[in-house]
């Protein structure tokens, strides 16, 4: 069963304080970012707070547009009783809950007492509605448009209770000096190309493009693109992956693992483009224009991707969820013909 959205409309010229709620994943908050802009555009004068996990916090650290962010942890529960009272105390006067299909959010949505409750339902390309039991928690579920990208979808539906939709990029915030920082650290050889293979996730297992066929596709492109650099990136707990590539041995390969998001961020600044599964940084590279070359599925392609210019996918010939199977040989294409853009584009503007 679902639940169809309710009719009356928020009422948003009352609102004074709004806390926007989104407790999952680092790439479901970073494709909410534009959402976080367009309601700040349109509503410049109110206190805008948000409510994220623990794991998804990193990805909003320093955004502008925010006045606070507070922290859902699920692993610690002794501290929700306080988290709760605190967010009480704070007497919001509406939450937009941008994961409102999951149980933790929709309750605690609930537990601080906001009168004014809106909640997004689902990713649009598998109907878009709240689960069963869910949709008493909200006083309005608005519509989408029909976009089935999931920013846009989410853009539509703010647009459908009065607030405006901004453009979807999205916004994360490095430092000034940790880019810097990093440029000292990793500087750049005039003339050549530095590619980073994501190669993490070690988790998703159905969702990540098998290790070995990240090494033959750096070793191919090693082989013949002479001016290329390539960059292995993992996260902190991608470390076992890196035992696909022992005993590779190439001046011209590296690797680093980012200790923070914002870190990964930095490095990825002095890339030309990022080559990766479904996954976060896919989203961070994206949020800092950095191309995004994506080995996923076709559901991630169309829901998640990304919305760059130079952007570019290679997806299974079905519908599978398991990425496993894609070949290397259309991975390789996408590699090459976007290097081989990316040589046109720095010639026509006079660079390296």
């Not at 029909?146 to 405006?164: C, R, Y």
């Not at 490095?174 to 993490?200: D, H, I, K, N, W």
């Not at 969702?207 to 292995?232: G, H, M």
Request: net charge positive; glycine share 8%.
């Amino acid at each position: 069963m679902t639940q169809e959205p309710l009719p009356r409309k928020p009422e948003i010229s009352r609102w004074r304080k709004l806390i926007l709620i989104r407790t999952d994943r680092i790439g479901d908050m970073l494709v909410t970012t534009p959402c976080i802009r367009a309601i700040r555009q349109a509503l410049p004068d109110i206190r805008l707070d948000m409510l994220a996990s623990a794991h998804n916090s990193p990805a909003i650290c320093g955004n502008p547009y925010l006045d606070g962010i507070h922290v859902f942890d699920r692993r610690h529960p002794l501290s929700w009783g306080k988290l709760v009272s605190r967010l009480r105390a704070e007497r919001y006067d509406a939450a937009l809950v941008f994961n409102s299909n999951s149980r933790s959010a929709s309750f605690l949505s609930m537990l601080i007492g906001v009168p004014e409750r809106v909640g997004f339902s689902g990713a649009p390309l598998r109907g878009g509605r709240i689960r069963w039991g869910y949709g008493s928690t909200y006083t309005n579920l608005p519509r989408g448009g029909g976009s089935v990208q999931v920013t846009l979808d989410m853009l539509e539906k703010l647009d459908a209770i009065g607030i405006p939709a901004a453009s979807p990029h999205m916004d994360f915030v490095v430092p000034g000096e940790l880019t810097q920082a990093m440029r000292r650290s990793f500087p750049l050889m005039p003339g050549r190309l530095r590619l980073a293979l994501f190669v993490g996730n070690i988790k998703k297992v159905t969702k990540r493009w098998p290790v070995e066929k990240f090494r033959t596709l750096a070793l191919r492109l090693l082989e013949t693109e002479e001016d290329l650099d390539i960059v292995i990136l993992t996260g902190p707990s991608d470390q076992p992956l890196l035992k696909g590539f022992a005993g590779v041995s190439n001046p011209r390969l590296s690797y680093f693992t980012g200790r923070t998001l914002q870190e990964s961020g930095a490095f990825l600044q002095t890339c030309c483009a990022m080559v990766a599964g479904s996954s976060g940084p896919t989203h961070v590279a994206a949020a800092l224009d950095v191309p995004v070359l994506s080995v996923t599925t076709r559901y991630s392609a169309t829901v998640w991707g990304t919305l760059g210019k130079y952007d570019d996918c290679v997806t299974p010939d079905t519908d599978t969820p398991d990425m496993r199977g894609i070949a290397m040989e259309p991975v390789e294409a996408m590699v090459r013909k976007f290097l081989a853009g990316e040589r046109a584009r720095r010639m026509e503007r006079g660079t390296d």
